[in-house]
């Protein structure tokens, strides 16, 4: 396996073998696990409580801003942690402080904004 392309046949022989092995289990479990399927086990478990009515609900629009909000948050963390530790270094300290208030001016916007059409408020 010398040369430019023993590297990807290399590679690609790994892949294979793991490609194998994850078969080979799920082989193994669809053959060695009991299989008796009852009307019981085929219908929908939720929390215990037996379905009632269709499978399909409504859900309000809020809760998907707030899943908005909270991702919002998380990148600003992920962005903030990085950029305390670089901020000490030589040579980065002005760029990184305008750089890091030009961030959170963007998260800041987004917060007044979802401030100002009332989607904080939980009613």
Known sequence: MDGYFGSYALVA???AIGVAIVAGALMANRLLRPTRP???KLTTY???VDPVGEGW???QVRYY???YLYVVFAVDAVFLFPWATVFDAP???VATLVEMFVFL???ALG???AWRKRVLTWT
Request: proline share 4%.
């Open 111 to 113: 917060i007044v904004y």
């Open 105 to 107: 001016g963007f998260i």
């Open 46 to 48: 939720e929390c215990g």
């Open 91 to 93: 040579g980065f300290g």
């Open 38 to 40: 009852t009307p019981d």
């Open 65 to 67: 801003v707030f899943t």
């Open 57 to 59: 609900a409504q859900s």
């Open 13 to 15: 022989a790994l892949f």
